[in-house]
């Protein structure tokens, strides 16, 4: 079942004994929580898509934010090509090199396999002569929570782990230390657990 934020807000901070936001105003436990909703997302790869991307001759960088306009990619998980969507294999960018000095202004037939600089800078290699098109799977990254009223944007199994994250960044934030270890353990757990979920799904992406 969904949660609002306002219940979320309520639970927080009846865990930290500061129910009546004294310490910690309840538009900054809101704030918290709409990061780690958003960090929740990406590491779990909760809402999956996928689009069509125009790729442009002679170009094989490409600003995934400012230059695409793609705000909501949280994570990029592959890139397929062809019409019968194959899966183009990903390289570390490190290792562009290795394969090809000259990479970075490299122009051929076809592509032969992307990378990503930190999570905003995408990479197909090599450029093509003329504009092509790719299929792009990526992570949806919810919106920015705006008020109380909202509920989570993530599948409701996950909210827990949400609800801990934002608990324990305001634990440490206000020094309320006692438990944060064990907390920061419990997270750990969760995220694993997610993560054997996710190779099971997409065993084929990085």
Do not use: C
Not at 37 to 53: A, P, R
Not at 145 to 157: K, S
């Amino acid at each position: 079942m969904s949660e609002l934020v306002s219940a979320m807000i309520d639970g927080i901070l009846r865990r930290i004994r500061d129910t009546s936001a004294n310490g910690t105003a309840r538009s900054v436990v809101q704030d918290v929580l709409s990061g780690s909703q958003k960090s929740v997302n990406v590491g779990t790869f909760s809402q999956v898509q996928s689009m069509s991307l125009t790729t442009n001759a002679e170009q094989l960088i490409y600003q995934i934010e400012t230059e695409l306009q793609l705000v909501r990619v949280g994570r990029v998980l592959g890139v397929q090509i062809g019409p019968d969507n194959e899966e183009l294999g990903f390289t570390e960018w490190q290792k562009l090199k290795a394969i090809d000095p000259g990479w970075f202004r490299r122009v051929g037939s076809h592509f032969q396999t992307w990378s990503l600089i930190g999570r905003d800078v995408l990479i197909i290699y090599p450029a093509l002569k003329v504009a092509s098109t790719v299929a792009l799977s990526y992570v949806l990254s919810p919106v920015t929570i705006t008020g109380e009223a909202e509920i989570n944007q993530i599948p409701n199994d996950e909210v827990q782990l949400m609800v801990m994250v934002a608990e324990a960044a305001l634990r440490i934030r206000s020094r309320q230390l006692n438990g944060v270890s064990q907390m920061i353990e419990g997270i750990d757990a969760g995220f694993k657990a997610k993560k054997l979920d996710i190779n099971t799904r997409y065993s084929f992406r990085r």
